[in-house]
């Protein structure tokens, strides 16, 4: 329409979760959205996609979506893990999935190599599931009461010469969460980053090399901060089979 392309979108979904615990006596916890035509909400999950070419090597997108986050299993499961020695991680089986909003303005800039995506996005979650240290010195997860997100995210890839890429992509954003459990409040906020490296080179013979790097600034959680984490991974590869069509 008039050079802008759009898309809507709607998904319908229920989520149904039970688990059942057989050394005591039987007992089970579960989740079910929706389970009244109360929470009907929690099962609708709306979509808008919008674009338009400015030129020829330029778009510009902007996105609206709602989507659900369930927890996994290790998240739910109430027994003690030893992570190590002096660290240990209960699951919590009355967490509930998190709900989410998310707006993004995305830049895509076309260049002779490769590309430049930029977006700046805001997410609003919900019921959002998050660390929480009990004073036991426990780890589990929790359903915050709210947590709201800004901040914008790069994407820069190229071509360095024939047959080796390289990606690189940084994330900074600004969050605030609050939390109400078990008598205590709390509320954090503050800035994350997290910025990934991805090098591949195509070898003769269909083999390939791939180099990634990750790393991830300490995460703002109700009661403070996690630690930061990074790693790298080396991998090499083979095609084997060609499918003709």
Do not use: C, W
Not at 123 to 139: E, G, H
């Amino acid at each position: 329409m008039k050079g802008i392309n759009y898309a809507l979108g709607l998904r319908v979904e229920d989520s149904y979760y039970k688990g059942t615990l057989k050394n005591k006596n039987d007992s089970s916890f579960l989740y079910h959205y929706p389970s009244t035509l109360n929470n009907l909400m929690n099962a609708i999950f709306p979509s808008l996609f919008i674009s338009k070419k400015l030129t020829e090597k330029q778009e510009i997108q902007f996105n609206v979506s709602r989507k659900i986050n369930r927890p996994g299993f290790r998240q739910l499961m109430p027994f003690i893990i030893a992570l190590d020695p002096k660290n240990y991680l209960i699951g919590n089986p009355n967490l509930t999935p998190e709900f989410i909003t998310l707006s993004e303005l995305n830049f895509n800039q076309y260049l002779k190599n490769g590309n430049l995506f930029f977006s700046l996005f805001y997410r609003n979650t919900q019921n959002p599931i998050t660390a929480f240290i009990q004073p036991s010195a426990v780890d589990t997860s929790i359903n915050g009461k709210q947590s709201h997100t800004i901040g914008m995210d790069n994407t820069f890839k190229y071509t360095l010469f024939k047959g080796f890429e390289a990606t690189f992509n940084m994330n900074l954003f600004y969050v605030r969460i609050n939390a109400n459990y078990k008598s205590v409040i709390a509320t954090n906020e503050g800035f994350n980053y997290n910025g990934k490296l991805n090098l591949a080179y195509k070898l003769p013979k269909s083999f390939s090399l791939q180099l990634s790097g990750n790393y991830e600034s300490p995460r703002i959680i109700p009661q403070g901060k996690t630690k930061e984490m990074y790693f790298a991974d080396f991998g090499i590869s083979k095609d084997l089979f060609k499918f003709m069509t």
